[in-house]
């Protein structure tokens, strides 16, 4: 397939003949599929979950608890199924600004919810329910490691963005790169908001939000794979 043949503003500048497009295509349909499965978990136990408040409390306490291996899975599904879309996205991105980046920085998102859902915070905030109100003085080892998952997942979602703003402006494709732009700006400033009040609400909000876009940019990519 010709890849000038393509329609312009397509962000992909073509898997090569010798790329399994099929493997391809579904690395990139789990990428869109991560976002939409993480946050509809979270909210039915968000929902459902005795004792467990959004507004006080962050989503990752949801690990704990008996039921709290429920999200320690979605971490993990949703992390490996940001690594693999790394790697299609790696098969695509053949050429043009960021293509070594990019695949890169979605790799450490997703290492970033692995590390999420394999090492267990520290109780506290109230949950699970008896567990002391505030944060917890001392963390301990597994609650030192996850508490390094938040800051790397949105920090590589964050320059994620700013590498596709970069691509998009190269390809003259200015709806997309606002949108880069405007979740990088989101996800930032949600994610350092200053305050206890509302946390849980802020990050659920700067990981949906970040979701949506890596769910767009994965079907960005598939679209050239379905018209072969």
């Known amino acids: 397939m010709n ?73 993990v599904v949703a992390g490996s199924l940001m690594v693999a879309f790394a790697w299609g996205m790696r098969r695509v991105l053949t050429a043009g600004p960021g293509r070594t980046w990019a695949p890169l920085l979605v790799m450490l998102h997703g290492v ?41 997942a949105f920090g590589a979602l964050v320059a994620c963005c700013v590498v596709f703003v970069r691509r998009s402006a190269a390809e003259r494709r200015r709806g997309r790169m606002l949108y880069a732009g405007a979740t990088g700006l989101g996800v930032l400033g949600l994610s350092l908001w200053q305050g206890q009040e509302d946390v849980g609400v802020r990050l659920f909000l700067a990981a949906a939000v970040g979701f949506a876009w890596t769910t767009f940019v994965a079907l960005d990519l598939r679209t050239p794979l379905t018209r072969r």
């Not at 690395?27 to 507004?55: C, E, I, K, N, Y």
């Not at 915070?121 to 301990?140: F, H, M, Q």
């Open 112 to 152: 970033g919810l692995l590390v999420g859902g394999v090492f267990l915070p520290d109780p506290g905030l109230g949950y699970p329910p008896g567990a002391p109100e505030g944060i917890p003085s001392v963390l301990t080892w597994h609650g030192t490691l996850h508490a390094v998952a938040p800051p790397l």
């Open 3 to 75: 890849v000038n043949a393509l329609p312009h503003g397509t962000a992909v500048s073509g898997a090569g003949p010798s790329r399994d497009g099929r493997s391809t295509g579904l690395m990139l349909l789990g990428g869109a599929a991560a976002g939409p499965l993480f946050t509809a978990v979270v909210l039915v136990q968000v929902l459902t979950r005795h004792g467990f408040d959004l507004s006080q409390q962050p989503l990752s306490l949801l690990s704990l608890g008996e039921h709290g291996w429920v999200q320690v899975t979605n971490f």
